[in-house]
């Protein structure tokens, strides 16, 4: 039998730990235990299992740490169905939640987010289709915005919410941001409201835009020029992660970066502070203006740091 506020022990593979400890760190749980207990809270997401084909045995994993958590208050519906499952089928708790956790870690990495986060992203989601707009705290820092779409990033790894800000005065791309679901906290619907990106049509369209062509930077119609040395051009073809796609060369239109040239990116300024970085002495960013005076500034912050 098992109840609340009880210690449980789960053999579990070296897969699955791993997997489950890489959930808690890029998710920001408080704990393994935090994640447990958040995928056993919502067990009637999966499919039940079948009693004949549940795997009874948990020695398979002996040689590993089990993993250990204490079943909280939420989790009260999951252990009364956990002790008439096991009473009905002969089957140890532990291998019920295993089996729970696995069916957790076969979904996609962006499903997972959606579903350790379903409560947040529920209240988006109905604000997005009702167009109010939502209080929410966003890495510790308090935002006033209207909910657009939920979008993944390319590989399907990440989730994300756009949104449109409340900076009536800014151009219309600027006040659109995608924020990674896992960090939105504490949202509070402002019941008939309007959403900020349904007052204008210049808007609404560009809410649009960003759906059919959407990645994390929000990149779709920015462009950054930046000159780049034959090294440059190397880094760009070896740095996958977060590059942006160049749309041409000296130019002329161009689908690839080959060799030293004058490049224009679809970029954002916020892609380009993350990505071009790297490339120290390789690239040098042409345009927009203020973007080159950023990075004129941090470089110079950072030679005064070895100055002597």
């Not at 020695?59 to 958590?69: C, G, H, Y």
């Not at 779409?149 to 409340?166: H, K």
């Not at 920015?222 to 590059?243: D, F, I, M, S, W």
Request: glycine share 4%; with cysteine.
């Amino acid at each position: 039998m098992v109840s609340v506020s009880q210690k449980i022990k789960v053999a579990a593979s070296n897969l699955l730990r791993s997997q489950m400890e890489l959930d808690v760190e890029d998710y920001g749980l408080k704990s393994l235990s935090d994640l447990c207990n958040r995928i056993l809270t919502r067990y009637t997401d999966f499919t039940p299992p079948d009693p004949t084909k549940i795997g009874p045995d948990d020695t398979l994993d002996k040689n590993v740490a089990p993993l250990q958590f204490t079943l909280n208050q939420p989790g009260e519906s999951f252990a009364n169905f956990a002790n008439s499952f096991a009473k009905n089928a002969g089957t140890k708790i532990a291998t019920l939640c295993r089996y729970y956790f696995e069916c957790y870690v076969n979904m996609p990495r962006g499903k997972r987010e959606c579903f350790i986060f379903r409560d947040s992203l529920d209240k988006l989601t109905s604000a997005a289709e009702a167009r109010e707009n939502v209080n929410l705290t966003y890495r510790d820092k308090p935002k006033h915005v209207s909910p657009c779409f939920l979008a993944f990033s390319p590989s399907q790894v990440r989730a994300y919410v756009v949104v449109c800000d409340d900076c009536i005065d800014a151009p219309a791309a600027t006040r659109f941001h995608s924020l990674r679901l896992c960090h939105i906290r504490g949202v509070a619907p402002e019941t008939g409201s309007e959403a900020f990106h349904c007052q204008k049509f210049e808007l609404s369209r560009q809410a649009e835009t960003f759906r059919e062509h959407f990645d994390p930077f929000l990149c779709y119609g920015q462009q950054v020029k930046v000159k780049l040395t034959e090294e440059g051009a190397k880094r760009y073809n070896k740095l996958a992660t977060n590059r942006p796609k160049v749309i041409a060369k000296d130019g002329a239109e161009c689908d690839e970066v080959n060799g030293a040239g004058i490049y224009t990116f679809e970029c954002s300024e916020k892609l380009a502070k993350v990505y071009f970085p790297q490339f120290l002495s390789g690239a040098d960013i042409l345009e927009p203006r203020d973007l080159r005076l950023w990075f004129k500034e941090e470089f110079e912050k950072a030679a005064g740091i070895y100055k002597g």
